[in-house]
T-cell receptor, first 114, second 114 residues
Framework: QQQVKQSPQSLIVQKGGISIINCAYE??????FPWYQQFPGKGPALLIA?????SEKKEGRFTISFNKSAKQFSLHIMDSQPGDSATYFC?????????????FGKGTKLSVIP | NAGVMQNPRHLVRRRGQEARLRCSPM?????VYWYRQLPEEGLKFMVY????????ESGMPKERFSAEFPKEGPSILRIQQVVRGDSAAYFC????????????FGPGTRLTVT
């Protein structure tokens, strides 16, 4: 059972455009939703995270939108740059349940073309 | 401030040998998590440890895999009698005590079983 579904699997965006990656979750106990960026051969880097008490969080060119009723959240990358080309993972976790394990989506490979 | 350190970065083992993967958390972090990433897949949780304690091992295969985080020294993920299906990237993450969802990943150990 895949608890976090991520789409699209791959995405090609022109430089300067907006990249949008979507995730949907099933477990209503999830209350922490981070996004990670991973370059080939490297470990995932924490990009931005949100909790369900807010509907949007922005950090620089990166914005998370969160829809609790639809159980969906998305990452928007504004003014996408070739340096943003990487694989992006959404994840979800339950706080205070004793474990804090992250459940990851399968990833989106983003290519930003000049 | 050094990040999460993992070694070795690459490990080649023949079937039946043992693999030992090491992880040193970020300074001030007392929680360690191990994840496994198969090609073209997201990360899968394996185990969560605090110093001298295994908190959650629900993602660990029942046989051949073990983990520890001793009072002194790095956390170790041990795989006995490796098989080809163990070939993967193994990532360690650490988090600071009050923010256990906020996990920072190391560069990973890429295990190849021949």
């Amino acid at each position: 059972q895949q608890q976090v579904k991520q789409s699209p699997q791959s995405l090609i965006v022109q430089k300067g455009g907006i990249s949008i990656i979507n995730c949907a979750y099933e477990n209503t106990a999830f209350d922490y939703f981070p996004w990670y960026q991973q370059f080939p051969g490297k470990g995932p880097a924490l990009l931005i995270a949100i909790r369900p008490d807010v509907s949007e969080k922005k950090e620089g060119r990166f914005t998370i939108s969160f829809n609790k009723s639809a159980k969906q959240f998305s990452l928007h990358i504004m003014d996408s740059q070739p340096g943003d080309s990487a694989t992006y993972f959404c994840a979800a976790a339950v706080s205070g349940a004793g474990s804090y394990q992250l459940t990851f989506g399968k990833g989106t490979k983003l290519s930003v073309i000049p | 401030n050094a990040g999460v350190m993992q070694n070795p970065r690459h490990l080649v083992r023949r079937r039946g040998q043992e693999a030992r993967l090491r992880c040193s958390p970020m300074k001030g972090h007392s929680h360690v998590y191990w994840y496994r990433q198969l090609p073209e897949e997201g990360l899968k949780f394996m185990v969560y440890l605090q110093k001298e304690n295994i908190i959650d091992e629900s993602g660990m295969p029942k046989e051949r895999f073990s983990a520890e985080f001793p009072k002194e020294g790095p956390s170790i993920l041990r795989i006995q009698q490796v098989v080809r299906g163990d070939s993967a990237a193994y990532f360690c993450a650490s988090s600071p005590p009050p923010l256990r969802n906020e996990q920072y990943f190391g560069p990973g150990t890429r295990l190849t079983v021949t």
